[in-house]
């Protein structure tokens, strides 16, 4: 594990892990544990290598049929591998180029008909592909405007209903967002103040509607209830030496049916 950017969930309870850096190229690595891998565990696999086409990767996810999709933001694009791929193996899809205005992309989650949502943290947008998105492809739909509220957009996840939430890292808050929103629209909730301003960097959601956030500056994951709104008080916190949090920029919450 090296400079470690993320982590999800496989079906069985293995995980991912993202290395931004590490590898024969520095250019970073993806790494297998098994379920339940405690201590200085070995990995079962790693993607790495000069055919990867890794570069900084960030973020990391898997489809219904274990594909793995890795966000690089070394050069703003998205790799896909096959399940369980290991070694230094090319992707078999590669997202990236000027026409998918992806600028510092930073975190991805896959909606049930398997569109990509993608945060960019730069342009303050949110990006969505088709499943079949392939090579320097136009996104289907864009999330972006003054309206949006996007300010340094980072971490992303989908609720029960298909709402979109976003943890706002400048903006100091996590924005919800009405399923299938485009354009230049206005959150339909927002939840700000207390920890959050301290800058927000993922959100996640349980199969309770709970909302989990990592507030990397405090060394805190805060859990929200479902119906939270506005200047909600957590109904958890996670914070203290024995939690050995120290900077937790990304986390997964699962595995869970539905996922």
């Not at 024969?24 to 055919?51: C, H, K």
Request: aromatic letters at 6%; zero cysteines.
């Amino acid at each position: 594990i090296s400079a470690p950017g993320d982590v999800t969930f496989g079906p069985s309870g293995d995980f991912y892990v993202t290395n931004t850096t590490g590898g024969p190229q520095n250019s970073g690595t993806v790494e297998l544990f098994a379920r339940g891998s405690t201590g200085n565990a070995s990995p079962v696999s790693i993607i790495e290598g000069d055919n990867t086409a890794l570069n900084q990767p960030t973020t990391s996810m898997l489809d219904d049929n274990g594909n793995i999709y890795v966000i690089n933001q070394g050069n703003s694009s998205l790799t896909i591998y096959r399940a369980k791929a290991n070694g230094n193996v090319a992707p078999t899809r590669t997202i990236g180029g000027d026409n998918t205005q992806m600028d510092e992309p930073e975190a991805l989650v896959m909606d049930q008909a398997g569109n990509l949502y993608v945060t960019q943290a730069l342009s303050n947008a949110v990006t969505v592909y088709g499943p079949q998105a392939d090579g320097n492809a136009a996104p289907l739909a864009v999330l972006a405007g003054s309206n949006t509220g996007l300010n340094g957009p980072t971490g992303a996840a989908l609720d029960a209903s298909g709402n979109l939430w976003i943890a706002n890292y400048y903006g100091q808050d996590l924005l919800e967002f009405a399923r299938g929103a485009s354009g230049n629209v206005s959150p339909i909730n927002t939840i700000s103040g207390g920890d959050l301003a301290g800058q927000p960097t993922d959100v996640g959601i349980d199969e309770s509607g709970n909302i989990y956030v990592t507030i990397p500056s405090s060394n805190i994951i805060d859990v929200f209830a479902a119906n939270a709104t506005g200047s909600a008080t957590p109904v958890r916190r996670i914070s203290g030496s024995n939690t050995s949090l120290n900077f937790p920029v990304a986390m997964a919450v699962g595995p869970f049916s539905g996922q």
